[in-house]
């Protein structure tokens, strides 16, 4: 029995003079202090993503649906206006009716596009005051 209790306190520290199952407490403790730890890192960065997530959905999917629409409009006047310039003289032949038909279609998707863009803008601007970093803000400056 002495050489028991001297072999304890021969190996000293703190971990030599408590019992085996308070060991195993002491283990079990230090466990659960790092699951709560690991627990609430991952609830602060999921909650991180959903702001993530929620600028997403509020400000850069509306921006680009609207410069996507602008893009298209844009791309039917390109067709317009070859389709003009096909049609009022670059083959030879005249289509005056055909011409101003064309004409007045690019002149609608011109007023159009203004307005769309005039309109994305805002949206620009507005996404701009809620972004919640400064990268956001430069890319959304950049689309201005």
């Known amino acids: 029995m002495n050489n028991l209790n001297l072999s304890r306190a021969a190996s000293g520290g703190f971990l030599g003079r408590i019992s ?8 079990v403790g ?14 602060m960065s999921m909650a991180k993503i959903g702001n993530e997530i929620a600028q997403i959905a509020e400000t850069d999917l509306p921006v ?4 996507s629409t602008i ?3 844009q ?13 009022g003289g ?10 101003e038909e064309l004409v007045e279609k ?25 972004a919640h970093s400064d990268a956001a803000k430069a890319e959304f400056a950049h689309v201005l």
Not at 33 to 41: C, E, K, T
């Open 20 to 27: 085996v199952g308070q060991k195993v407490m002491l283990i």
């Open 30 to 43: 230090m466990c659960i202090a790092f699951l709560v730890v690991v627990g609430a890192i991952g609830v």
């Open 90 to 99: 670059a083959s030879g032949e005249t289509h005056e009716g055909q011409f």
């Open 106 to 130: 690019f002149e609608a998707l011109a007023g159009k596009v203004e307005v769309e863009i005039k309109e994305t803008e805002v949206l620009v601007e507005e996404a701009i005051a809620h």
């Open 75 to 87: 791309l039917e006047q390109a067709i317009l206006l070859e389709s003009a310039m096909r049609v």
């Open 71 to 73: 893009t298209t409009h």
């Open 64 to 67: 680009t649906n609207a410069v």
